[in-house]
């Protein structure tokens, strides 16, 4: 049986696909498809045919992908064998080319008559319907609207609240950028943590696969035209999503009192730095005091283990941002982020970035990335358990921001 690749899988992605048959082993090569879009990173493949003999899966042309900083050892992708479970193959090999590029091979023994590959953990419609399912009715899904192409955009939550209402309300986003999956596993532990208080949460709204179209169609999605979905929140929108879940975020700012808005994201592929904010620097020096003071709160308790660097927070250039800047990544567009539409409409709002392998040595695996959800929880759970008991007074380092009329 000969060896073949296909991108016929969920998620599925990959070009240039070039497959080399020996005695004792199969090597498949192959580069991202950056899909219509400016960057590329996000693979996905099946590869079958390889039987008991060793693979070695090499990316072509390291040095094209959104990398940012960090060595191609630090790519950690993930592979699964038919019938069995994600798991992460080990520290990517740099093998360089006499013209100067850069491949990076990972080996792969005994993958089976089907092996799926993907450079992060997948998470599309059927994990977050696992989701619901194990939240047994404390989540509810509901379509909020479509995307460009047509696809239900979906917002869970744990309740509609009430017009009117001074309960605290957080809103979470993730996957923006289609290909950075560590977001959403981010954002399903968090979920899962403020499901589990049941009446004590706040009113918590969240849009978990925020570019669907190019979720489902395997693309990477960032700087992907006609415009990055993380850059569309102009006057006007320059993205249908963007304009569906604006009209959300206005249902939900008039059921609660909008405490703070979080966006997840996954940083650039070889990044090893743990875990930073991306703070805004739209809204009043009050919102902004606000959202820093949220930022200091999950850092602490995220520790430096996950969040190595200490987070200033406040008016000046934090450290995070400061590592943010030291990327050199300069947008296409000239639009402004999500989090920046929100302060600039008076919601306290921040962006958490997080690895797609590794803070410095820690691995991320699937219960790491929940875990840090999970832990963002506890910290939303207490700071909203304070603003409810003062009814929004003596509020403290959170301020207390004032909504636009």
């Given at each position: 049986m000969p060896v073949r690749v296909t991108t016929r899988i969920p998620h599925g992605n990959a070009a240039?696909?070039?497959?080399?048959?020996a005695t004792g082993g199969v090597e498949v090569a192959f580069s991202p498809h950056p899909m219509g879009g400016v960057e590329c990173l996000w693979f996905?493949?099946?590869?079958?045919?390889?039987?008991?003999?060793?693979?070695r899966v090499v990316m072509r042309n390291f040095d094209n992908i959104l990398y940012w900083s960090g060595s191609p050892r630090n790519l950690r992708p993930v592979a699964r064998r038919r019938g069995g479970d994600w798991e992460r193959l080990g520290h990517g090999t740099p093998v360089g080319r006499p013209d100067g590029r850069t491949d990076v091979a990972w080996e792969v023994s005994?993958?089976?008559?089907?092996?799926?590959?993907?450079?992060?953990?997948?998470?599309?419609?059927?994990?977050?319907?696992s989701l619901l399912g194990r939240a047994r009715g404390r989540l509810q899904a509901d379509v909020i609207g479509v995307s460009q192409g047509g696809r239900p955009l979906v917002r869970i939550s744990n309740g509609f609240g009430v017009r009117g209402s001074r309960a605290p309300g957080i809103y979470l986003s993730a996957r923006q950028h289609a290909g950075e999956t560590p977001g959403s596993w981010v954002l399903e532990g968090a979920l899962?943590?403020?499901?589990?208080?049941?009446?004590?949460?706040?009113?918590?709204?969240?849009?978990?696969?925020?570019?669907i179209d190019s979720i489902e169609e395997g693309a990477y999605g960032k700087d992907r035209y006609p415009c990055d979905l993380n850059r569309a929140w102009t006057a006007p929108m320059m993205r249908h999503e963007a304009q569906v879940i604006a009209q959300d975020?206005?249902?939900?700012?008039?059921?609660?009192?909008?405490?703070?808005?979080?966006?997840?994201?996954?940083?650039?592929?070889?990044?090893?730095?743990g875990l930073y904010f991306i703070p805004s620097d739209h809204g009043k020096a009050g919102l902004r005091r606000t959202a820093a003071g949220w930022e200091r709160r999950i850092a602490r308790h995220l520790g430096a283990r996950l969040?190595?660097?200490?987070?200033?927070?406040?008016?000046?250039?934090?450290?995070?941002?400061?590592?943010?800047?030291?990327?050199?990544?300069?947008?296409?567009?000239?639009?402004?982020?999500?989090?920046?539409?929100?302060?600039?409409?008076?919601?306290?709002?921040?962006?958490?970035?997080?690895?797609?392998?590794?803070?410095?040595?820690?691995?991320?695996?699937r219960d790491t990335y929940r875990e840090v959800g999970?832990?963002?929880?506890?910290?939303?759970?207490?700071?909203?358990?304070?603003?409810?008991?003062?009814?929004?007074?003596?509020?403290?380092?959170f301020g207390h921001p004032r909504l636009k009329k």
């Open positions: 240039d696909v070039l497959v080399r048959e996905c493949f099946r590869v079958t045919g390889c039987g008991s003999r060793r693979l005994r993958p089976g008559p089907a092996l799926d590959v993907a450079f992060c953990y997948p998470y599309g419609r059927p994990e977050l319907e899962e943590g403020l499901a589990a208080a049941g009446d004590r949460a706040p009113l918590v709204w969240a849009v978990p696969l925020a570019d975020v206005n249902r939900w700012r008039e059921r609660c009192r909008p405490v703070l808005a979080l966006d997840f994201h996954a940083q650039g592929g070889a990044s090893a730095t969040m190595p660097r200490r987070h200033g927070g406040g008016e000046k250039l934090s450290p995070s941002a400061q590592a943010w800047a030291r990327t050199g990544y300069l947008p296409r567009w000239p639009g402004i982020l999500w989090t920046d539409y929100c302060m600039d409409n008076g919601i306290p709002a921040t962006l958490l970035e997080i690895p797609y392998a590794m803070a410095g040595p820690l691995l991320f695996r999970r832990r963002v929880a506890t910290v939303l759970l207490k700071g909203c358990a304070e603003i409810d008991a003062t009814k929004g007074r003596g509020m403290g380092q």
